[in-house]
Nanobody, 115 residues
Framework: HVQLVESGGGSVQPGGSLRLSCAAS????????MGWDRQAPGKQRESVES???????NYADPVKGRFTVSRDNAKNTVYLQMNSLKFEDTAIYYC?????????WGQGTQVTVST
């Protein structure tokens, strides 16, 4: 069983920054991928960013140059630094962990960008 706990969501004005964290615990393979998806109201869930234990990253086009994913393998924790936030970044952000035979999700954290 794997548990993922997110933190760091909140409300911010356009142009502001937030940093999300997600700590994984339980049965975790030494090689895995952690990342973030998001789901805005009335829209499908979309991929944001991911990072492997080796440091390889993937970024979705809407967040390139603004968001940065990183991780601390010793702590099984992934971070999402979000800068230059826009109204359209408003969504619930879900952390996930992919390992052989399993994908696990966090409960989600709300990010709201508003004036």
């Amino acid at each position: 069983h794997v548990q993922l706990v997110e933190s760091g969501g909140g409300s911010v004005q356009p142009g502001g920054s937030l940093r999300l964290s997600c700590a994984a615990s339980g049965s975790i393979a030494s090689i895995n991928v952690m990342g973030w998806d998001r789901q805005a109201p009335g829209k499908q869930r979309e991929s944001v960013e991911s990072i492997s234990t080796g440091g390889s990253t993937n970024y979705a086009d809407p967040v390139k140059g603004r968001f940065t994913v990183s991780r601390d393998n010793a702590k099984n924790t992934v971070y999402l630094q979000m800068n230059s936030l826009k109204f359209e970044d408003t969504a619930i952000y879900y952390c996930y962990l992919v390992q052989p035979g399993r994908k696990s999700w966090g409960q989600g954290t709300q990010v709201t960008v508003s004036t």
